[in-house]
């Protein structure tokens, strides 16, 4: 193992501090880390920002791809709202009995745009979110996963 391949699996174990390099003195003292901090669905909370971003490899055909934004208000936000011939997506989400269930609202206004027609109107569709995890760094923002009782894995984003 190269000291560049070594560099990069402290790197990688340890987000919170730079990797040093070989070169530096023996002297210097590497700080002590904090645990990071973290959500799951034990202490669960938005903070500023909690984004779930649907991978797409494991949504099934026609489930909505765009990210989701979990307002502290227990509102879903998505982010496809600049896209000409997109549905409007709007929802709600609830923690109940250590699950994150997500409903999520999709609306064609419009049933035709740019000469296509709309593939629905409305739809309806439900996410049962049994894992989540997302771990902050030093700047306060962080990633993670979370995987939905329907199988669709999910990128998370948070903010504190």
């Known amino acids: 193992m190269n000291s560049k391949t070594l560099c990069a699996l402290i790197l990688f174990a340890s987000t919170l501090h730079p990797c040093r390099e070989p070169m530096h003195e023996a002297h210097e003292a590497i ?29 099934p055909s026609g489930t909505p791809s765009h990210p989701l934004w979990l307002t502290a208000d227990g509102n879903v936000k998505s982010s496809n709202i600049m896209q000409q011939c997109a549905p409007d997506q709007t929802g709600s989400w609830k923690l109940q009995n250590g699950i994150l269930i997500v409903h999520l609202l999709e609306t064609h206004r419009n049933p035709v745009c740019l000469g296509q027609r709309a593939p629905f109107r409305t739809r309806t569709t439900h996410y049962r979110i049994l894992e989540l995890n997302c771990v902050y760094a030093e700047n306060g923002r962080g990633e993670g996963l979370a995987l939905s009782a329907e199988k669709v894995r999910f990128m998370v984003l948070c903010e504190d």
């Open 31 to 59: 700080p002590a880390r904090m645990p990071a901090a973290s959500i799951s669905l034990a202490n669960f909370e938005t903070g500023k920002r909690l984004e779930l971003i649907p991978i797409p490899e494991s949504l």
